[in-house]
Structures are given as C-alpha cells and as structure tokens.
C-alpha cells in the first residue's frame, strides 16, 4: 500500500516538474519569438488563411530538406538550387505578393541574364578581345575604332558554332561547377569585374541603355515590386556615330525612361539613384566625383537619393582614404548609404568600414555581412533604424556564405534588426528581380516557423527604409496597403482549395 502511494506521489511530482518543464519551455520558445522581425504584426483572418496556405508550402519543403537534406535549396548553390526553387510553391506564392521596393542593385547588373543576352543579337554590335578578354561595342564599321580587331558578333556567330556558349561564358557568373571555377573570394571578384568590362559596351549604347533600363523596372513591377533605389557609376553613354554623352546625360537618361515607365504602368511609384562610383584608390578621381555630385544635385534633386562607393571591400582602400572628399559631400547635404563589412575577414580594413559607415552617418547599409561581430556597431543600428541591405544570392555567389542557413542575417532576423532584402547584381547570376532573394531568406536564413509576418515586414521595412521624403513614402505605403488587401484577397481566391 504504502509503496503503490508512494509511486503515486512519484508519478505526480515527475508529471508537475513536466508540466512546468513544457509550460516553461512553451513561454520560453514565445518569448524568443517575440523578439523576430515581424512578430510585432497581427494578421487579420484573411491573412491568417493566407498565412496558413504560405506555411503549408513552407512546411511541405523544409521538412522534406529536414529528412533529405540534399534537397534543400537554400543549402546549395544558387546555380544549382534555381532549377529547384523554380518548382516551389513558396516561390511562386513569394512572387505574387507586394514586396515594396527593391532598394540595393546596381546599375548594368539590374536585368534578367536572358534579356541581356538577347541585346547581343542586335545589329551594328561588334566584338573583340583585349588582352584574352572579351570587348563589346555598338559601331558603324569595323574601321571607327582601329583599337582593337572588330568583328561583328553576328558573323563571329556565324564562323565559331561554339562561339555563343563562349559569350554566355563571359557575360555571366554561371557555371556546373562554381565552386571548381571560383576557388576563392578573390577568384570570383575578378571574374565578376571582368564581365563589367565585356558588358560596359553592350549596355552602354544609348538605345540600348533605354531599354535595358525599362526592362529593369519592369521585371520589378512584374515581381510585385512597386520602387527602385538602385547604385550607379554613371557610365558615359554612346551612340553609332561616336558621340559620347556626360555622366549628367546618363542621369537623364534614368529620368526620362522612369517618366516613361510611371506613364505606361502607373502602379509603378519610381526610382531614385544613388551615385555610387567605383574606389579607385585615387584621391583626384574622387575629387571629380564630388563635382559630378554638385551637378546632379543641382539638376536632379528628387532623382538623387545620395553617394556611395563600390568595389571589392578587401582589395581596396576603406572609406576613410576619402574623409576629406567625404566630408565635402557631407556638406552637401547629401545621405550616404554605404557598402560597408561585405567581408570575412575579421578586424581588417575592409571589416572597419561598417565603424567608418557608422560614424559617416549612414543612413543604410550595403550587405553589412560582418556586422554581428561588432555589438557596438548592432546597437547603433538598432536604435539608429540604420537598414541593413541583405542580398543573400549576392553573398552565395560572392562566395562569403554557401548555406544559407549560415547566413549572418539570420541573427538580426531573430532579434528584430531593420533589414531588407534585395538584388545587388542578378544580370551576372540568372537571377531575376527579387523573389529569389526572398526564396532564400524565407526559407533558407529565417526559421522554420517565421511566416507571412515576416515577408510583409520585409515589404513595409524596404517602403520605411527608403530615401524617399515622408509625405511621398505615406504615399507609397498606403498604395501598397491597397496591393497587399487584394494579393489577400487574390490568393484566397486562386489558393482556396488550399486553405487547411
Ligand atoms: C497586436 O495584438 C496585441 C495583442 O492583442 C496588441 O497588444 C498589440 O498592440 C497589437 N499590435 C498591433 C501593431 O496592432
Ligand atoms: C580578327 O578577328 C577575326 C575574327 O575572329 C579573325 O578571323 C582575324 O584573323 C583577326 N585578325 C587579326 C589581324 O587579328
Ligand atoms: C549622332 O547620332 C545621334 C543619335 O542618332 C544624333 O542625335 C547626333 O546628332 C549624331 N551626331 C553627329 C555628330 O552626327
Ligand atoms: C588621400 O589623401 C589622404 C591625405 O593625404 C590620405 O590619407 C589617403 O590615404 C588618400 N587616399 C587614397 C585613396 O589614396
Ligand atoms: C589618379 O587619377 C588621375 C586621373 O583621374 C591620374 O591622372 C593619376 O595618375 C592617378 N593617380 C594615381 C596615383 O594613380
Ligand atoms: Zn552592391
């Protein structure tokens, strides 16, 4: 008697010690969650059906990843996982929905790989090699420019059966094997600078320039994203017959092909240009910069959003080569949004310019991949809202991260850091707009149970983190609001058979 009593009592307190142990564990899980970015939004009822259906598909992939881990997209390579994201429901779900703004991609890089590659079909365009590396230009013979041996593309088509897989070879990052061609961070940076070069005279050609452009923002607009700030080096522009435009022409350029785009698709709210040049370890040709800046502010001041610098962080000078020049632009009143810490490499020049970024006074972030190693600069950029661009494929093929799960943003994720995700460069890696970005950092950085508040955070954060002045930003918010009532409203339509 006494022993089964006993045993009783056992049973008893080991259930209570579980009781709690569950309940703690459920308040403990809770209280983690609370702190996401997203979990502060409440879903009305139709979102919450339309969050069912999105985890449904989450759910679907990423416990079929948990027991295949072969399977799982966001832990391979882009090259090899875009096949695979294509076929997700998520993606396709993810590309339907109102993503806000694009607000980090740069300038000859923004286009579909396939669009881009269609331009090279173009009469007039001549091709050459200089130095083992591949020239394109628009010209009226081959005799205009004697620099270099001239052969139109077409016919080069024409005599070499092979030659289109070479161009596609040199127009593009992609390749079967990434990680046999791209042994290292430096390796890859090489090959993507180089294809700046090949590509320079393809789309500069002004025509081609123009539509290479209107078919940036309307990739965008087809992927449910409504406002572009994107980073240009202002290229000079060219037509057949020689003449070369100025930097302020190519701004008039963006200007007149994003009336024209508003015009044809009003849903489309625009774009601001950032001027972000490259660093070229030379002091007078940032001097020249600064003028150029003085220019477009005084002829573009709603179009220029402000000044960054671009290039390889780790084989470059930091930014503080350039305080005086800096400082100068400062004065201008003009906002830096700087690419700062895309490295790996712990306490070097290239690791300090998220501090240099910071005390500059950024307004955001360009990757900001190392910016968890540094508490003090995280805590400024919390309580700052400094937005950190995340551009997870960019930081996959830049080779900084292979898994995605690894990905640093995960962390700032989880403690409710101001992020938002976006392009950087698709043209140079099949990419397209920004749904794959969003693939990835849906399913591959975030948890398993971040859901629809997360992606619809992501969406209000690239519209609040935008340059844009407050009266327009409420403007652009409330009319993606509207975007957002009927995506709700579509999906319960096309998906109800979904609905759990
Ligand atoms: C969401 O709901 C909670 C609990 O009902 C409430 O405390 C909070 O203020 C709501 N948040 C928003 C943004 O409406
Ligand atoms: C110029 O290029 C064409 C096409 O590749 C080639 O057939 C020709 O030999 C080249 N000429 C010279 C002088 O290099
Ligand atoms: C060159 O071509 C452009 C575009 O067709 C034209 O506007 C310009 O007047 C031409 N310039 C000369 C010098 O022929
Ligand atoms: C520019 O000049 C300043 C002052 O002499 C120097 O500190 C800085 O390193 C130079 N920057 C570059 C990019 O050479
Ligand atoms: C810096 O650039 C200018 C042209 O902008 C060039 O004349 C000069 O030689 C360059 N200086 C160095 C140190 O490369
Ligand atoms: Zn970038």
Redesign the pocket.
């Known amino acids: 008697m006494l022993s089964l009593i006993k045993s009783v009592l056992v049973l008893t307190v080991a259930l209570s010690v579980c009781a709690d142990f569950w309940t703690d564990r459920d308040k403990f899980i809770k209280d983690e969650e609370s702190q996401m970015l997203g979990s502060s939004i409440n879903l009305t009822d139709k979102e919450k059906k339309v969050n069912q259906i999105l985890m449904k598909f989450k759910y679907n992939e990423f416990d079929d990843g948990f027991l295949n881990p072969g399977s799982f997209a966001p832990s391979q390579h882009f090259f090899q996982a875009r096949p695979l994201i294509q076929k997700s429901d998520v993606y396709k779900l993810l590309q339907k929905i109102p993503k806000g703004a694009a607000l980090h991609g740069h300038d000859i890089a923004l286009v579909s790989s396939e669009y881009l590659y269609k331009q090279t079909y173009r009469n007039s365009l001549y091709a050459c090699r200089i130095n083992g590396q591949l020239r394109m230009r628009f010209l009226q013979s081959s005799q205009q420019d004697k620099q270099c041996n001239w052969t139109l593309l077409n016919v080069l088509r024409i005599l070499d059966p092979s030659y289109d897989s070479y161009l596609r070879s040199q127009i593009n990052l992609y390749t079967e094997n990434p990680k046999q061609k791209y042994k290292n961070i430096n390796d890859v940076w090489n090959a993507f600078q180089n294809i700046f070069f090949t590509i320079m005279g393809l789309v500069t050609y002004k025509p081609v320039f123009e539509d290479y452009f209107y078919q940036s923002l309307k990739e965008l607009y087809d992927d449910n994203v409504m406002y572009l700030e994107f980073r240009g080096t202002l290229p000079l522009l060219y037509d057949l017959n020689g003449t070369e435009y100025t930097p302020i022409q190519t701004v008039a350029v963006y200007k007149e092909v994003i009336e024209k785009f508003k015009t044809e698709y009003p849903r489309f709210k625009g774009a601001r240009f950032i001027y972000a040049p490259l660093k070229d370890?030379?002091?007078s040709t940032m001097y020249k910069y600064v003028e150029i800046l003085k220019d477009l502010k005084v002829n573009f001041p709603d179009l220029l959003a402000g000044f960054d610098l671009v290039g390889q962080e780790d084989t470059r000078?930091p930014i503080n080569?350039?305080l005086d020049q800096i400082k100068q632009v400062s004065a201008m009143g003009i906002d830096f949004f700087f690419h700062a810490g895309e490295t790996n490499w712990y306490d070097t020049s290239s690791d300090f310019n998220l501090v240099d970024a910071i005390l500059l006074g950024t307004k955001r972030i360009g990757h900001a991949y190392a910016v968890t190693k540094h508490p003090l600069v995280v805590e400024i950029v919390k309580e700052r809202q400094i937005a950190i661009e995340v551009c997870p494929i960019s930081n996959q093929v830049l080779l900084l991260v292979s898994d995605m799960r690894n990905h640093p943003a995960a962390t700032l994720i989880a403690n409710g850091f101001p992020i938002v995700i976006s392009y950087d460069d698709p043209t140079l890696w099949n990419g397209k707009a920004l749904s794959y970005d969003f693939y990835m950092a849906f399913m591959g950085i975030a948890g398993k149970e971040a859901d629809l508040r997360l992606i619809k955070q992501l969406a209000l954060n690239s519209l609040l983190f935008s340059s844009l002045p407050a009266d327009q930003k409420q403007v652009l918010i409330s009319d993606w609001e509207t975007d957002w009532t009927s995506f709700v409203d579509n999906v319960l339509a096309t998906y109800a058979n979904e609905i759990p």
């Open positions: 370890d030379n002091n000078k080569a350039y």
